[in-house]
Protein backbone atom coordinates (compact mmCIF):
# COMPACT_ATOMS: atom_id res chain seq x y z
CA UNK A 1 0.00 0.00 0.00
CA UNK A 2 2.98 2.60 0.88
CA UNK A 3 4.26 1.96 -2.27
CA UNK A 4 1.18 2.59 -4.00
CA UNK A 5 0.91 6.30 -1.94
CA UNK A 6 4.48 6.87 -3.24
CA UNK A 7 3.41 6.42 -6.61
CA UNK A 8 0.58 8.40 -6.31
CA UNK A 9 2.25 11.24 -4.95
CA UNK A 10 4.72 11.52 -7.57
CA UNK A 11 2.70 11.05 -9.78
CA UNK A 12 0.13 13.79 -8.22
CA UNK A 13 3.33 16.11 -8.58
CA UNK A 14 4.27 15.16 -12.22
CA UNK A 15 0.24 16.17 -12.89
CA UNK A 16 0.21 19.87 -11.05
CA UNK A 17 3.06 20.56 -13.30
CA UNK A 18 1.70 19.73 -16.23
CA UNK A 19 -1.20 21.66 -15.20
CA UNK A 20 0.65 24.31 -14.83
CA UNK A 21 2.44 23.93 -17.65
CA UNK A 22 -1.10 24.15 -20.18
CA UNK A 23 -2.38 26.45 -17.85
CA UNK A 24 0.83 29.08 -18.80
CA UNK A 25 -0.24 27.99 -22.24
CA UNK A 26 -3.14 28.59 -22.62
CA UNK A 27 -3.50 32.03 -20.00
CA UNK A 28 -6.12 30.24 -17.81
CA UNK A 29 -6.24 27.91 -15.33
CA UNK A 30 -7.73 25.03 -17.43
CA UNK A 31 -8.69 22.85 -14.17
CA UNK A 32 -7.12 18.63 -13.78
CA UNK A 33 -10.10 17.00 -15.60
CA UNK A 34 -8.42 18.63 -18.29
CA UNK A 35 -5.08 18.18 -17.23
CA UNK A 36 -5.93 14.34 -16.77
CA UNK A 37 -7.11 14.02 -20.23
CA UNK A 38 -4.12 15.31 -22.02
CA UNK A 39 -1.65 13.71 -19.35
CA UNK A 40 -3.21 10.55 -20.76
CA UNK A 41 -3.94 11.39 -24.42
CA UNK A 42 -0.58 13.26 -25.26
CA UNK A 43 0.98 9.77 -23.49
CA UNK A 44 2.70 11.54 -20.54
CA UNK A 45 0.99 9.21 -17.92
CA UNK A 46 2.27 5.72 -20.06
CA UNK A 47 5.61 7.97 -19.77
CA UNK A 48 5.36 8.47 -16.65
CA UNK A 49 4.87 4.82 -16.00
CA UNK A 50 7.49 3.55 -17.99
CA UNK A 51 10.07 5.74 -16.62
CA UNK A 52 9.19 4.98 -12.70
CA UNK A 53 9.32 0.98 -13.50
CA UNK A 54 12.86 1.64 -14.50
CA UNK A 55 13.87 3.72 -12.25
CA UNK A 56 12.10 2.30 -8.97
CA UNK A 57 14.84 1.73 -6.95
CA UNK A 58 16.05 5.00 -7.19
CA UNK A 59 12.83 6.67 -6.37
CA UNK A 60 12.52 4.40 -3.34
CA UNK A 61 15.77 4.93 -2.68
CA UNK A 62 14.76 8.84 -2.36
CA UNK A 63 11.64 8.27 -0.61
CA UNK A 64 13.47 6.61 2.67
CA UNK A 65 16.09 9.42 2.73
CA UNK A 66 13.61 12.09 2.49
CA UNK A 67 10.84 10.68 4.76
CA UNK A 68 12.55 7.50 6.79
CA UNK A 69 10.72 4.56 4.66
CA UNK A 70 8.49 4.17 1.99
CA UNK A 71 5.94 2.94 4.45
CA UNK A 72 5.90 6.36 5.72
CA UNK A 73 5.33 8.64 2.94
CA UNK A 74 2.61 11.02 3.78
CA UNK A 75 1.39 12.11 0.84
CA UNK A 76 1.66 15.26 -2.19
CA UNK A 77 0.96 17.91 1.09
CA UNK A 78 4.39 17.09 2.68
CA UNK A 79 6.57 15.55 -0.05
CA UNK A 80 9.83 17.14 0.42
CA UNK A 81 10.99 16.06 -3.39
CA UNK A 82 11.46 18.64 -5.79
CA UNK A 83 10.26 18.32 -9.23
CA UNK A 84 13.31 18.81 -10.49
CA UNK A 85 14.88 16.36 -8.80
CA UNK A 86 11.91 13.72 -9.41
CA UNK A 87 12.84 14.23 -13.53
CA UNK A 88 15.92 13.35 -12.46
CA UNK A 89 15.11 10.28 -11.23
CA UNK A 90 12.77 9.32 -13.76
CA UNK A 91 15.25 10.40 -16.52
CA UNK A 92 12.55 12.35 -18.26
CA UNK A 93 14.22 15.66 -18.74
CA UNK A 94 14.89 15.93 -22.82
Known sequence: MSKLKAYLT?????LEEHKWYLSENAGVDIGMHNTVQNWVSSGKANEFS????????????????????????????????????????????H
Open 50 to 93: KNYEDNIEDIMKTCEQNCGYVDNCKGIGCCPMTNYYLHELLDDY
Open 10 to 14: LQQKE
